[in-house]
C-alpha cells in the first residue's frame, strides 16, 4: 500500500509588500511571520480580493443600485494565518460614501470565499471610511473566520449595512473577541445598520465588550486576591525564618 502526503506549500508574509502580493495569488497558503505595520498609509492598505457589486452580477453580490458600475468581486480562496500577529495602522477609506462603486465593500479583505480561510489574528488601530457594507475584516464572508481579537483602537465609519468584522456572512464565524467601540457615519453620526460582528445571517463563540470587561474585571480581582494571599504567606514565612535565626544566634551566643 503506498500512502501519499499532501505537502502545501505556504508563503510567509513579514511586511506591507508581502500581503500586498497576496492579491497575485488569491488560493495561496499565507502566513505571517510578525506583525505588519501599515505607518497609516492609504496606498499600502489595500484590499485583499474585491467584493462583488452590482445588481446584475452574478453569484455573491451586494444588493444595491446606484453603485455606479457593476464589479464581478474577486474572493480570497486560500488561507490566511495570522500566526497570533497583528496587522496594525491600516487605513482604507475613500471619498465616494454613498453612490461610487470605490465606496462599497471596503475592509481588510473584500471577499472571503467557500475555501476562504482567515485566522488566529489581531486588528489593531485598523480603520475603515465608506460608504456601504463595509467591515473591519471582511466586507462579504463565505468561507471560516475564527481566533480573531479586534482591539478597541480599530474604527469604523460607513453609512449603510456595516459590521465590525464582516458586513455580510454566510460563513463560519468563532472564537472572536472584539472590544470595538467606535463607529459610525462619515458625519460622526452612530451607523445605521450597525453590527458587533455582522450584520447578516448567525455567528458563534464571539465575546462583546461589555463581556470581555466583565471578563478583565474578574481576572483582576483573582489575581489581586491571589497576590494578596501570596504576600501573607512570604510574610508568615519572614517571620517565622526570623524567629529561627534569632534562636540560632541566641544559642550560639551562649
Not at 95 to 121: D, R
Not at 208 to 236: C, F, G, M, Y
Request: proline share 1%.
Amino acid at each position: 500500500t503506498t500512502n501519499f502526503v499532501r505537502v502545501i506549500r505556504a508563503t510567509y508574509v513579514s511586511d506591507v509588500a508581502g500581503f500586498k502580493a497576496i492579491n497575485e495569488r488569491l488560493n495561496g497558503y499565507y502566513i505571517l511571520r510578525q506583525s505588519i505595520d501599515f505607518a497609516s498609509s492609504y496606498a499600502d492598505s489595500v484590499t485583499i480580493g474585491a467584493a462583488p457589486i452590482g445588481q446584475a452580477t452574478e453569484g455573491f453580490k451586494i444588493e444595491t443600485e446606484g453603485a455606479g458600475s457593476e464589479v464581478a468581486g474577486t474572493a480570497f480562496t486560500g488561507v490566511f494565518d495570522g500566526n497570533g500577529y497583528a496587522l496594525m495602522n491600516y487605513r482604507r477609506a475613500s471619498e465616494a460614501y454613498t453612490s461610487a462603486t470605490e465606496g462599497y465593500g471596503l475592509a481588510v479583505f473584500g471577499w472571503i470565499g467557500e475555501s476562504g480561510v482567515v485566522k488566529n489574528l489581531t486588528l489593531r488601530n485598523i480603520s475603515v471610511h465608506g460608504g456601504q457594507d463595509c467591515a473591519l475584516l471582511a466586507a462579504f464572508n463565505e468561507g471560516t473566520i475564527e481566533n480573531i481579537v479586534v482591539e478597541e483602537s480599530c474604527t469604523l465609519y460607513s453609512n449603510y449595512g456595516n459590521g465590525g468584522l464582516t458586513d455580510v456572512n454566510f460563513g463560519t464565524i468563532q472564537n472572536v473577541v472584539s472590544f470595538l467601540t467606535k463607529y459610525g457615519d462619515r458625519n460622526g453620526s452612530e451607523s445605521r445598520d450597525f453590527g458587533w460582528m455582522t450584520t447578516s445571517s448567525t455567528y458563534s463563540d464571539v465575546t462583546q465588550p461589555a463581556a470581555v470587561n466583565a471578563h478583565i474585571s474578574a481576572d483582576r480581582e483573582e489575581i489581586a486576591e491571589l497576590t494578596a494571599a501570596h504576600e501573607r504567606e512570604i510574610e508568615a514565612l519572614h517571620e517565622e525564618y526570623g524567629q529561627k535565626i534569632a534562636a540560632i544566634n541566641e544559642a550560639h551566643e551562649q
